[in-house]
């Protein structure tokens, strides 16, 4: 008897799931890297305090670097890629409307442009290409400071992030993240590292990301684009703020938030749409 093709939606739901699962899979990788160079940087063990882009350019330069840049970039495109499809349909938020809703697009939109650009260096990079300079942060804000109200844009951007930060925090302490994870798949073990790195990393993380909303809040106060951080320059930043012990356990947090996108991208309810 002749076999049944999947109707469309339903081959079309099986692929949004892998793209964010390769997605998740993805952003564990780099995160948990992250956290190890900190972690080996804190006791001036031969890491570095870097970034997502940071990270690509090290592993440039490693044995079999280029074919890890190039499964990485394809990683990074799949996330864009699902999040892009959620700026069309937002799956997660069948219900919202309105400004909740624009809000919602805006923020995947904001996202396919993040993991889009770091899937283009990727690939930049497995081909031999340069990557970006790091003052191309200062740059772009200068170039915005430049325009009419651009000051202002610059002050919002930096009160969204901070806003976001504090909104990652409160999910780590109060685990909102655990409704996201099928939690009824994992073994009693496994929801309690789950919860555990979910915990942590988000905190972690929460505190690098209110760090780049400081920063830029005092570069549009101050008018200079000179202030704004990235992630890496944020994280050097904790570094030279704390003690080697606490910096630790902050590079502890960026690699179980590696963990935790692993747990997402194993255990993770992917919203399709279907």
């Keep these: 008897m002749p076999q049944l093709a999947s109707p469309p939606n339903v081959s079309s739901s099986k692929w949004i799931d892998t793209f964010a699962r390769l997605g998740y899979a993805t952003k564990g990788i780099i995160y948990s890297l992250i956290g190890l160079l900190a972690l080996l940087a804190a006791f001036q063990a031969g890491g570095q305090t870097t970034d997502s882009q940071g990270v690509l350019t090290t592993l440039a330069g490693q044995p079999f670097g280029k074919f890890m840049l190039f499964l990485i970039g394809i990683g990074f495109a799949c996330y864009a890629l699902w999040r ?79 806003g976001g930060a504090f909104y990652e925090m409160y999910r780590g302490f109060k685990a909102k993240f655990r409704g996201k994870l099928k939690l009824q798949e994992m073994s009693a073990d496994e929801r309690t590292w789950a919860t555990r790195v979910g915990r942590l990393g988000l905190i972690a993380r929460s505190i690098v990301f209110s760090l780049i909303g400081i920063f830029a809040l005092q570069a549009a106060y101050y008018t200079n684009p000179s202030r704004i951080q990235d992630p890496g320059e944020a994280l050097q930043t904790l570094q030279q703020w704390a003690n080697p012990w606490v910096f630790a356990v902050m590079a502890l947090g960026l690699l179980a938030y590696g963990i935790h996108m692993f747990f997402m991208a194993r255990y993770g309810r992917i919203a399709t749409g279907q």
Excluded: C
């Excluded at 997660?92 to 309105?98: A, I, M």
């Design 84 to 162: 892009l499809i959620e700026v069309v349909k937002d799956p997660e938020h069948p219900n919202s409307s309105g400004a909740e809703s624009v809000f919602h697009r805006l923020s995947y939109l904001v996202k396919v442009g993040i993991y889009g650009g770091l899937a283009f260096t990727a690939f930049k990079l497995a081909m031999g290409s340069g990557g970006e300079s790091g003052s191309s942060s200062q740059d772009s804000v200068a170039r915005i400071m430049a325009l009419p109200l651009g000051r202002w844009l610059i002050a919002l951007g930096g009160a969204i992030v901070l």
